[in-house]
């Protein structure tokens, strides 16, 4: 019923940039807030990034550790996130997921969490 696909992941040098991309499709109502998660190999799933909903883009939020390098922002029409990473590094070496709070046609009271299933990043040295 809904989809969500991400895409823009690879290998970069450290100090490069990428750039990710979350598109959710299907039957939507609307969405309310999109997130980066990372999760890297023995480590716990952490929040990278945060936008909430709202016209106006919505208010960000960030991990402090990306804090400067990395941006967050949504384009409401096509219903995608995006997730902008500069100056990486090998540390930001990582699955990067999609997360997105949004309401569907048939439930358009309530809103669900839908995850992305999952982009890898990696960062050398």
């Known amino acids: 019923q809904v989809q969500l696909v991400e895409s823009g992941g690879g290998l970069v040098q450290a100090g490069g940039s990428l750039r990710l991309s979350c598109a959710a499709s299907g039957r939507i109502f609307s969405i309310d807030a999109m997130a980066w998660y990372r999760q890297a190999p023995g480590n716990q799933r952490e929040l990278v990034a945060g936008?909430?909903?709202?016209?106006?883009?919505?208010?960000?939020n960030y991990v402090d550790s990306v804090k400067g390098r990395f941006t967050i922002s949504r384009d409401n029409a096509q219903n995608t996130a995006y997730l902008q990473m500069s100056n990486l590094k090998p540390e930001d070496t990582a699955v990067y997921l999609c997360?997105?709070?949004?309401?569907?046609?048939?439930?358009?009271?309530?809103?669900?969490?839908?995850w992305g299933q999952g982009t890898q990043v990696t960062v050398s040295s």
């Open positions: 997360n997105v709070d949004l309401r569907t046609l048939s439930n358009p009271y309530y809103a669900r969490t839908y």
């Open positions: 936008i909430t909903g709202g016209g106006s883009g919505g208010s960000t």
